[in-house]
């Protein structure tokens, strides 16, 4: 008998007023792109837009719909993005030039590195109350 192990995670769905404007972000702020071969599920409305950093292995699936700011405990908790070392530092120099919130909404511009012994991680979130990680095993 064959044993069932997941592979991967495929993506994780999110919810953005505007699935364009919220794949722009994403792009300038950590380098996800849109992939073209999967754009048609969100026209004309209603499907995903999907956005990836590593050519669709791992996606954000960005529907439209109502982002969970007001709504803290509604869907997943944090979508966490994994760099070299040397990724994080040129992702903290990166992102000086480009607009990151906390969890109230508010507009921040520098990141405190969290040192979790085995691991290095920043916190912050996207304009639509998205928690999002970018961490480190390479401390």
Not at 48 to 62: E, Q, V, Y
Request: overall charge negative; proline content about 5%.
């Amino acid at each position: 008998m064959a044993t069932f192990q997941v592979e991967q995670i495929d993506h994780v769905e999110m919810f953005v007023p505007d699935r364009h404007a919220a794949a722009q972000w994403y792009e300038r702020v950590l380098g996800l792109r849109v992939l073209q071969e999967f754009e048609f599920w969100s026209v004309p409305s209603g499907g995903p837009l999907m956005i990836s950093s590593d050519n669709g292995r791992t996606k954000l699936a960005l529907f439209e719909g109502q982002p969970p700011r007001e709504r803290p405990t509604a869907g997943f908790r944090r979508v966490a993005f994994c760099v070299n070392r040397a990724g994080l530092a040129a992702f903290l120099d990166h992102i000086q030039t480009y607009s990151v919130y906390d969890e109230t909404g508010r507009e921040i511009r520098e990141l405190k590195i969290i040192d979790h012994v085995k691991a290095h991680s920043v916190y912050f979130c996207d304009p639509y109350g998205h928690r999002l990680e970018v961490t480190t095993y390479e401390i």
